[in-house]
């Protein structure tokens, strides 16, 4: 089985996972919202209550400041919870049990204490959703000490990933796109198949521009890639899969071997993670290969319509993607 792929969607991988890590250690716990009975807002967790029962799948109330704080309380006791909360956005009510407290511990109490939970977060938009229910948050908990913070494009990697992160010894805020569980992909079935927090991936090798992306963008960018192609443009997709802790040498060394740069993402553009991107490339040696300025092709600083063109009209889409590209091509 070392050696063997199977196809699945990324909801598949996802589970996969968790279902893999509940098997190995009996430390490991799914908790939140329907989780149970249910399978879970997104049909992630279905099934897995028939195998583990309600003592390792449990439905909580629905209170996310119960749910992070239960999570927290639980990983300092020697489990290994993986709290899910329905839509990122709910993530505003943990806060304080995530960062004042999940997210300190460890400092507070000399190394002695662990916090070993896993906050799993659907978000991003394109479902329809509207601005409650569809954000992109990342940004808010790359900026907590203490938290490290995920954010999976693919099958293989959300399998990965996410059983990195259920081992971590560090509370976790692992973010899915809503609109990546239907997507496919081949993903190992060794149930040792591991990617490390902090290792990014060229998905696409190039050397005329480097687009550096995740999650929903990241299949967006690599169709633009491909296209371009053809127009005698080579391009090089760069996905950091995490970011906190962030794989700098990786973006590093892309810019310094293409010296063109298009930062994409589907949050707002003020104050994201594209920014803190940005100052890597400047504040490093990189900064003197770059043969243009870098663009930010982010989200509109705007709340997530409910009207579908709208919703589409506020994220970038492949044709500016593209266009991106040919400015800093300066074509």
């Not at 996972?17 to 509940?22: K, P």
């Not at 504040?283 to 319509?305: H, K, N, T």
Request: proline content about 5%; overall charge negative; glycine content about 8%.
């Amino acid at each position: 089985m070392a050696n063997e792929m199977k196809e699945m969607t990324y909801k598949e991988a996802v589970k996969l996972a968790m279902v893999e890590e509940m098997r190995r250690d009996e430390n490991v716990f799914l908790m939140g919202e329907d989780v149970g009975l249910y399978g879970g807002a997104f049909g992630v967790s279905v099934g897995m209550l028939d195998e583990f029962g309600e003592e390792r799948v449990r439905d909580t109330p629905i209170s996310e400041a119960v749910i992070a704080g239960a999570a927290a309380g639980a990983a300092v006791t020697g489990t290994r919870p993986i709290a899910e909360i329905m839509f990122m956005d709910f993530s505003t009510i943990a806060m304080d049990a995530l960062v004042n407290q999940a997210a300190k511990m460890r400092y507070m109490f000399g190394g002695k204490a662990k916090v070993p939970m896993v906050l799993r977060c659907p978000g991003g938009s394109g479902t329809g959703a509207a601005a409650q229910h569809s954000q992109s948050l990342e940004a808010w908990f790359c900026h907590v000490p203490g938290l490290k913070v995920v954010v999976p494009s693919t099958a293989k990697d959300a399998k990965g990933l996410l059983k990195a992160a259920i081992r971590d010894d560090n509370p976790v805020v692992f973010v899915e796109q809503k609109t990546l569980y239907k997507i496919k992909g081949e993903v190992p079935m060794d149930e040792e198949f591991i990617i490390p927090l902090g290792k990014g991936e060229i998905k696409k090798e190039g050397k005329d521009v480097t687009i550096i992306s995740y999650g929903r963008m990241l299949p967006r960018a690599l169709k633009v890639a491909e296209e371009m192609e053809s127009e005698g443009i080579s391009v090089e997709v760069l996905d950091p899969r995490t970011l906190v802790p962030l794989d700098k040498e990786l973006i590093i060394e892309s810019v310094k071997k293409t010296g063109r740069v298009v930062l994409v993402n589907e949050a707002c553009k003020t104050g994201g993670y594209l920014g803190e991107i940005a100052s890597v490339i400047v504040e490093s040696e990189a900064f003197d290969y770059l043969d243009a300025p870098i663009v930010r092709l982010a989200g509109l600083d705007v709340p997530v319509p409910y009207n579908p063109e709208l919703e589409k009209a506020i994220v970038p889409s492949e044709e500016q993607i593209r266009e991106a590209v040919l400015k800093v091509m300066n074509r």
